[in-house]
């Protein structure tokens, strides 16, 4: 046999043994379309075309992914449902508890998850016991992201607390620069609205407040400060702002139309995917008053019952592809985020990844580790939307007062 012969069956083999017992379509619902999230959807798509299954796309824009659950039970309820669909937090337990979601214990304990993963997120992704979702990354959202370029040129100084904000903020303003990049979207004004109550009420305050929903809480005085502190920043937002993508906002700061942004490490996906070098072309810094506590948003993917045996191997690959080190590797450098998976090595992630890692441990053992409301991972969806609503109606209304809020807000709290 000729030595090229040789090789050719060699591979034939190799590709033989790297094949799945049986190659299935493993559809996808998610939402990651701008240029970072999509680099990242790319590597999972990769990892499973390698096992030789097909990848099915099913996408949904709409940052925040409110559009795309609202997709997903029309598509679950007529009985289509896809192998797999990105959802997070206390919705997991929700889908779960209708019955549609499918066990992947056999990987999980094959793989031994239980000691790979922080306890928070085990817990989250296991429904009566057995995981039913496989979880991706670490966001952060307490972030303010900054064009160092354009403060150099303003005179501008990067702030550490609120007062230094509104100084930053005012010298940007003065310098007709649009101070702050901002989406005016429901899911992007409730994001900024958690990262203020976190830098004005402290991580005591923004877990009684808005993860156990505490009337009193709600209602008082510290709610007073961070809605009025809240509504001092919309002056030094666009008028261009209403209905504005996150990503377009994360652009204008890219492009130095504008000096910051609040928003979550997926921004600095954005940044990233635009070329632009962290401390260089952007720096990222904690936002005022939050630079020990961390508001956390984890990624996972929810599996569903399928009823074809290709495709639930398929399914049980994308979750073991899903928690290996590779891909927690690949797909968080590209999004922003960092891995879920505990013990990973960090040195190929930036300083922003490595101060997010080390806080995130911080963060746990001071209970200063919070779960965002407006990325689904604090409360039922029900209140999660009602409270977008007051949110977004007091930051758009010349009227509104702090007490008419919050009193819409106990409300909102009470959403069924
Ligand atoms: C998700 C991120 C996503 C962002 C913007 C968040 O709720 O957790 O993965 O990049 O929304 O769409």
């Known amino acids: 046999m000729k030595v090229h012969h040789l090789a050719m069956l060699a591979v034939v083999c190799l590709q033989a043994l790297a094949a799945p017992a049986r190659a299935g379509e493993i559809e996808v619902l998610h939402w990651w379309i701008s240029g970072g999230e999509a680099r990242a959807a790319q590597a999972l798509k990769a990892s499973m075309q390698a096992k030789g299954h097909t990848w099915k796309d099913f996408v949904v824009a709409g940052g925040g992914g409110d559009s795309a659950i609202t997709v997903l039970k029309s598509r679950v309820l007529s009985g289509n449902a896809p192998a797999a669909a990105q959802i997070k937090g206390p919705s997991l337990q929700a889908w779960a508890s209708t019955g549609v979601l499918a066990s992947i214990n056999d990987v999980a304990k094959a793989e031994h998850w239980d000691e790979l993963l922080p306890k928070v997120v085990s817990e989250q992704m296991k429904f009566k016991g057995d995981y039913i979702a496989v979880p991706v990354n670490v966001h952060r959202v307490n972030w303010l992201w900054l064009n160092p370029a354009v403060f150099a040129r303003t005179g501008a100084k990067p702030p550490s607390n609120w007062d230094e904000f509104f100084i930053a903020a005012e010298t940007l303003k003065k310098a007709g620069v649009i101070a702050l990049a901002h989406g005016g979207q429901t899911w992007q004004d409730l994001t900024l609205f958690e990262t203020v109550a976190l830098g004005v009420g402290g991580p005591e305050f923004y877990r009684k407040a808005l993860v156990q929903l505490n009337p009193a809480e709600l209602s008082g005085a510290t709610m007073e400060a961070v809605l009025s502190t ?98 927690q590797e690949v797909f968080n450098l590209n999004k922003g985020s960092i891995p879920v998976r505990m013990g990973q090595k960090m040195d190929k992630f930036d300083d922003c990844a490595k101060a997010s890692a080390l806080d995130f441990t911080a963060a746990a053992k001071s209970a200063a580790l919070l779960p965002s409301v407006a990325n689904g991972m604090a409360v039922s969806s029900a209140v999660e939307g009602a409270i977008k609503e007051v949110v977004s109606q007091f930051w758009n209304s010349d009227r509104m007062t702090p007490a008419e809020a919050m009193q819409k807000m106990v409300s909102a709290a009470k959403a069924r």
């Not at 204008?252 to 962290?278: N, T």
């Not at 993917?301 to 979750?319: G, I, W």
């Open 230 to 327: 809240f509504k001092r920043i919309k002056p030094y937002t666009d008028k261009n702002s209403p209905g504005r993508d996150w990503n377009l906002a994360t652009a204008m700061v890219i492009k130095g139309e504008a000096g910051m942004q609040f928003m979550g490490d997926w921004a600095k996906g954005e940044f990233l995917a635009a070329g632009s070098l962290p401390g260089k072309g952007f720096i990222c810094t904690p936002a005022p008053g939050s630079a020990k506590a961390f508001i956390y948003v984890i990624d996972s993917f929810a599996m569903f019952k399928l009823k074809n045996p290709a495709n639930t191997v398929a399914q049980k690959d994308l979750a073991s592809a899903v928690m290996s080190p590779e891909f």
